[in-house]
């Protein structure tokens, strides 16, 4: 997911004129900008291919960006041109990759879009890898998988590597090699004064691991350097059960997690199909309950640890089998085609079997709307402070995360149902994955605690310290977690 996109809504500006777009203080003049940038400097009513709103749009299609002036950035010196032509004139400024995450309502601000810088290189020898703001995870697997290395990367090859990161990355070798945070060995950043600072947990290694799961709005990340894994195959897939097996099926996934070793990440999903033509017949109209394996083992020894999951009944698929790692993707399936959508999240210190039913029947078919929950193990390597940065609650055992497709105005009942599901496991909940925030959570009437939620109370005023020291104007305000920062440190006008 897209953490740079995610964000609560600033107060609207007080307007003045420019062109269409409703700006406080000065006409800007954008000409100047566009001069001092190679990329396109795009304004509202700019159509065409590659025009304003095709600019502004990404994977997450709920509530696009609506800036009054995007600079689509083809390197690192056009986002510092960017950003010190927004601080000269007072704009927020928000960040937009693949646009998974929360597409910001950045109205009268300036969004720096950064799909067109999306180098990879990789050094096999030093087993890193090296990429551009733009670059999707794809793209890394494709690159290291010739050299038997494996980046750290989320389920969907599609994904932003930058933001996925930030906001910590729990991926398909989450339990084996720990968060992608801990991971990173140099960070590219341009801060809130248009200095573009390369960073290193040696060099400043404050700000380099308030970043790392953290995020919090402190400048925008060009590029990052991190390393790759020496796992080249997985044994991996699904086990795909049907409603009469559910109830069985989620107390056994509970009591397996008890017993598995940090080689084996797993999950479990449960949707609800809707009875749509355009569904495959083996998933129309059905609940279905797909566990998803990514055990870095053999294969042999992988058959052995899924036993006791097959045993619990007959599958509607099973597809389980020793894989090149650049076929991870196929456990997941994650949806390709751009969609609107919303979500939640809690990360749990443990979980029972009653708990868990309960969440699967709230949101199964009698649900009012669609949604699909799925089950992280964490634990492992994941529970290791073995990194630099700030990723929040590690001592959570599961994740536990709801999301639902968007359908017109149904906001205000899909939030009501996830927060119900959500209340279930609320005896164990520790806080919540910012990676895990999908919608725009600064609008709930709870943002502050959702944001203070994100991390516990001492990281909380680190950042919060950071962000008064670097970003006094708050710049940077596009940011799940922004609200608790803000609350310590106001911007300054």
């Known amino acids: 997911m897209e953490i740079n996109d995610l964000a609560p ?82 704009l927020p400024v928000a960040v937009q990759a693949t646009g998974h995450g929360l597409a910001a309502g950045t109205d009268g601000g300036l969004l720096i879009t950064t799909r067109r810088m999306a180098r990879v290189t990789v050094d096999p020898v030093g087993r890193t890898a090296r990429a551009e703001a733009g ?27 930058i933001s996925y990161t930030l906001g910590g990355g729990v991926g398909v070798l989450a339990r084996t090699y720990g968060y992608a945070a801990d991971h990173v060995r140099a960070v590219d950043l341009v801060t809130a004064d248009g200095r573009l600072r390369h960073l290193t947990a040696e060099g400043d290694p404050e700000l380099f691991g308030a970043l790392l799961g953290g995020g919090h709005g402190l400048g ?61 017949e083996r998933l129309r109209g059905r609940h279905l309950a797909h566990v998803r394996i990514a055990y870095t083992g053999s294969a042999e020894r992988g058959e052995q ?16 089998r020793e894989m090149p790692y650049e ?35 709230l949101t199964g078919p009698a649900a009012p709307a669609m949604c699909v929950v799925q089950l992280n193990h964490l ?19 599961y994740a536990l995360r ?38 725009r959570h600064g609008e709930r009437p709870d943002a502050a605690e959702v944001a203070r939620s994100v991390h516990d109370a001492d990281a909380r005023r680190r950042l919060a310290a950071l962000k008064s020291r670097l970003d ?4 940077f305000r596009f940011h799940p977690a922004a609200a608790a920062t803000r609350e310590r440190t106001p911007a300054v006008a």
């Open 9 to 90: 809504q600033p107060a609207a500006p007080a307007p003045t004129t420019f062109g269409t777009a409703a700006l406080d203080g000065p006409a800007l003049d954008t000409a100047a900008l566009a001069r001092a940038v190679r990329g396109p400097v795009l304004l509202p009513g700019d159509d065409g291919y590659d025009g304003y709103d095709a600019e502004r749009t990404g994977f997450q299609l709920a509530n696009p960006h609506r800036p009054a002036v995007v600079v689509g950035a083809a390197g690192a010196d056009d986002v510092v041109a960017a950003v010190r032509f927004a601080g000269a004139h007072g």
């Open 135 to 161: 670059a999707v995870w794809g793209q890394v697997v494709e690159a290291a998988t010739p050299h038997g290395l494996a980046p750290l990367n989320g389920s969907s090859p599609g994904v932003g590597v």
């Open 220 to 280: 925008v990340v060009t590029a990052m350097e991190f390393a790759l894994m020496p796992v080249a195959r997985l044994y991996g897939g699904q086990l795909v059960f049907g409603a009469e097996h559910l109830d069985d099926v989620l107390a056994a996934y509970l009591r397996w997690t008890g017993t598995v070793p940090d080689e084996l990440t797993s999950s479990v999903a449960l949707i609800a199909y809707p009875d749509l033509p355009q569904l495959p």
């Open 305 to 320: 640890l899924v036993a006791p999951l097959r045993a619990v009944g007959p599958r509607v698929s099973d597809d389980l």
């Open 327 to 361: 076929e991870s993707h196929t456990i997941h399936r994650d949806p390709s085609d751009p969609h609107a959508y919303d979500g939640d999240n809690a990360l749990l210190s443990d979980l029972d079997a009653a708990a868990l039913r309960r969440v699967a029947r």
């Open 379 to 397: 634990g492992g390597a994941l529970a290791a402070r073995s990194g630099a940065g700030t990723v929040g609650h590690r001592a959570a055992r």
């Open 402 to 439: 709801v999301l639902s497709p968007l359908q017109g105005d149904d906001l205000g009942t899909v939030r009501a149902l996830h927060a119900e599901a959500l209340a279930a496991v609320e005896p164990w909940r520790l806080g919540r994955s910012v990676n895990f925030l999908f919608g």
């Open 472 to 475: 006094p104007r708050d710049l």
